[in-house]
């Protein structure tokens, strides 16, 4: 049907109009989110003045007035800006501490494989995630641990007394074999006993003995690596090692002690909640004063265990603790249908909690999660307490050098250090946020 | 499962745990193992123990270490550091990490009779002082009636400069604060007259001023800090050679021996000369060394002069006048027993 020509139906649509000028544009943003009332005005013109006021002489002193090149002290005494020229001088003392410096090569080498192994982990499309897993957790340790100590353990075995076998590597072999024949022996007269087999606890218990006896092989070996001693390590190296040991270690423990703490058998509560509660309560600094200062005092005289290791061995039991609560509080959030549909499909314990309830309960932790790495990784700076000289404590003790000693000298130090640790932690806050995107995908 | 990872995992750290000494005294340990381990200070103390940009060790307590090294393997490379911070260093000490504490400390009765450790010797007579402006036209402590004094809070300088004042009826004013970084910055803005803490430290603190030449020590030391070497308690033979180590430095700056001329006084007449360089008599074996070590050790570290010179001297950055470190034949204090 037609319309008639002398309609008053329009047959053609009117050409769209531009919006009203003072909503479009930056004039149109800034009105709707600037200055959409006097007050809401007001407060913008003040807060940008505070920035101004913040952000102008922080630049002035970090980039403007900054000195960037010199030799010492005398470049940057009179500055009224950043000493860049002085972290130049001192990077690498920043990143490898004392760490002797023809064999910084080493350390290079496992930074190198450490990007080479996680990158790829942390990419979602790239495939092999299984090996690159067991490369990250299994191998990588071991190279890094050889190459940044030099490897060559010496291993005598003290269970055996002397008089039966001299200390050497042969006598601690021949005891790690008795004790893995009593562990597997063990384990087979258990099964036995309860008259129900324990389904392939044999067999892992196996790959696992072997895997510490390989592990230890390996660590024995003389590579022809000079020894560096960890008293010597420093800087960033201390810092990513600290952090990364404590965050891979408190992650599955911390799994088992929330699990634990949830549990229906009483003993394993008990503990869990125990060990949870006992270090949740102590400070941080207070746990690695206790593991350098007076863990020694006990221990016989001219036994001597690596501070940095002792340092290492309180972090991680230490965020396995709060690293508890945060699981725990996911696994809280969990429906209690969950639990019941997993134990009505037949599901054993173990396997509800793999398949049904872990993954659901670690999503909904991400945040807390990497909120506690962060922490964590902020915490690796306590341990200058304990004169392990990390970024942060490598830092400050170069602000001391004569050659460099000057007004601006510390300050910038400061503000350096702030850098790097602020991109960090922002790199893992992004990451993290990126995760949760991607796990939440069932739920929007 | 767990329990058995557990297990062995504590079985091995325990198998893999070394033990140092097996009851040998610490010459003998040191000698095995080929190297002494000297507690230094992490903290970088420049002129006493701090690394540079290289990461090389310097300052007088590291050159201390190096000197025994001289004397036990006539190599001062034949040391390894630790660095230590002041809350752990005694422990270090105690439970056997280093075989010497020469880390700037101060040798008082308490640390000498309960913590287990003995100081060889006073390698540094430290103490505290006052910094001031040149423009103040003040040549003596004793002229600071009334000043305004910056120091750190809770510490024994604040006690040392009230006594100060007090027993010589000046009035004065402190400006504490918490953080050294703060008592500088302070003095440097113009809020006091004088800057207080220990002479070794206002000589360092002096070069993160602006101009650090505008400034100066005054004379007067107002308190004891004698800074020295210290080993564990018990073991008579190390502590001799330690302590005889620091004697062969100062007494080779008073025979006049030096790292350049020790060669060519090989052939002197002077008796003390010769039983230093072990030519005559063998006190070398009598601590466990060869009879040159004195000798090595001169020949490759200097003697205390030049160490002191070399490190915190006037022709450092430091540039610390000799006043009470100096010889007993020459104004000082240090003075050491004779070889004989």
């Known amino acids: ?444 | 499962m767990y329990r058995t990872i557990a297990s062995i995992l504590a079985g091995a750290a325990m198998a893999v745990t070394s033990f140092a000494s097996a009851g040998a005294g610490t010459l003998e340990d040191v000698k095995a193992k080929g190297f002494v381990q000297c507690g230094a200070n992490g903290g970088n103390l420049i002129g006493f123990g701090a690394t540079d940009e290289n990461g090389a060790w310097t300052g007088i307590d590291v050159d201390f270490c190096r000197a025994i090294a001289a004397a036990i393997f006539n190599d001062p490379t034949k040391v390894k550091f630790t660095p230590l911070n002041a809350k752990e260093r005694f422990t270090a000490l105690q439970s056997g990490e280093v075989d010497v504490l020469s880390r700037n400390t101060t040798w008082t009765m308490s640390r000498d009779s309960s913590l287990g450790l003995q100081f060889v010797g006073v390698t540094y007579y430290d103490g505290q002082g006052f910094m001031v402006r040149k423009s103040l036209g003040v040549s003596s402590a004793l002229e600071l009636s009334g000043a305004k004094v910056c120091t750190q809070t809770g510490t024994t300088t604040e006690l040392n400069l009230a006594d100060f004042f007090r027993s010589h009826n000046m009035p004065y004013e402190v400006v504490a604060y918490e953080k050294n970084e703060e008592v500088l910055q302070a003095y440097e803005a113009g809020r006091c007259d004088a800057y207080t803490t220990d002479a070794s430290g206002l000589y360092a603190e002096r070069l993160k001023l602006t101009a650090p030449d505008d400034h100066m020590i005054l004379p007067e030391i107002i308190s004891k800090e004698p800074l020295g070497p210290a080993v564990r308690q018990g073991d008579d033979k190390w502590f001799t050679l330690v302590k005889w180590t620091l004697f062969a430095l100062l007494n080779a700056e008073e025979l006049g021996l030096t790292k350049a001329n020790i060669d060519e006084k090989k052939t002197s007449d002077n008796p003390e000369i010769k039983r230093f360089l072990g030519i005559e008599g063998d006190f070398g074996q009598a601590i466990g060394l060869s009879s040159d070590w004195a000798y090595n050790v001169i020949k490759q570290m200097g003697n205390y002069g030049e160490i002191f010179d070399a490190n915190i001297g006037p022709s450092t950055q430091l540039g610390i006048a000799r006043g009470l470190n100096n010889l007993w034949s020459k104004g000082g204090i240090q003075y050491a027993p004779p070889i004989r």
């Open chain 1, 1 to 444: 049907m037609n319309a008639p020509a002398n309609s008053f139906v329009r047959n053609a649509l009117i050409e769209p109009q531009a919006a009203p000028r003072n909503t479009v544009g930056i004039t149109g943003w800034m009105r709707q989110n600037l200055f959409s009332s006097p007050l809401n005005g007001v407060m913008t013109v003040l807060i940008l003045a505070f920035i101004v006021w913040m952000v102008t002489p922080f630049i002035r002193f970090t980039l403007v007035n900054a000195v960037w090149e010199g030799a010492d002290r005398s470049a940057c005494a009179t500055a009224t800006g950043a000493c860049w020229a002085y972290v130049k001088a001192y990077l690498p003392q920043f990143v490898y501490g004392r760490y002797p410096a023809a064999e910084r090569w080493r350390v290079d080498i496992v930074f190198l494989l450490l990007v080479v192994g996680l990158v790829p982990m942390l990419i979602p499309r790239v495939p092999y995630k299984r090996l690159n897993a067991l490369f990250l957790i299994g191998v990588f340790p071991i190279v890094a641990f050889i190459l940044l100590t030099g490897g060559h353990v010496r291993l005598a075995g003290n269970l055996i007394p002397s008089s039966l076998m001299a200390p050497s590597p042969l006598r601690f072999a021949v005891q790690y074999a008795i004790i893995a024949a009593l562990i597997i022996g063990g384990l087979a007269l258990f099964a036995k006993l309860a008259e129900r087999p324990v389904k392939g606890s044999g067999t892992t218990a196996s790959i696992i003995l072997g895997y510490i006896a390989v592990v230890l092989f390996l660590v024995s070996l003389d590579f022809g690596l000079v020894p560096v001693e960890t008293a010597n390590w420093g800087g960033l190296l201390v810092t990513l090692v600290v952090a990364i040991t404590g965050m891979v270690a408190a992650l599955p423990l911390g799994i088992l002690l929330a699990l634990g703490r949830r549990s229906n058998m009483p003993v394993v509560k008990l503990a869990s909640t125990i060990f949870i509660e006992v270090w949740r309560g102590v400070p941080l600094i207070t746990v690695l004063f206790m593991a350098s200062v007076m863990l020694p005092l006990f221990l016989p005289d001219g036994v001597t265990f690596d501070k940095l290791l002792r340092a290492l061995i309180g972090v991680a039991l230490f965020q396995a603790a709060y690293m508890a609560e945060t699981i725990r509080g996911g696994l809280q959030a969990i429906p209690r249908g969950q639990y019941e549909g997993a134990m009505a499909l037949g599901l054993g314990y173990w396997q509800m909690m793999r398949q049904i309830v872990l993954p659901q309960a670690l999503r909904i932790s991400i945040p807390g999660i990497v909120g506690s790495f962060i922490s964590l990784f902020k915490d690796t700076t306590l341990v200058i307490i304990i004169g392990l000289y990390d970024f942060l404590g490598q830092i400050q003790a170069s602000a001391n050098d004569a050659k460099w000693a000057s007004p601006v000298t510390g300050l910038t130090g400061y503000i350096f250090a702030a850098m790097v640790f602020w991109a960090f932690c922002f790199a893992m806050s992004r990451y993290a946020a990126f995760t949760e995107r991607r796990l939440d995908r069932g739920r929007r």
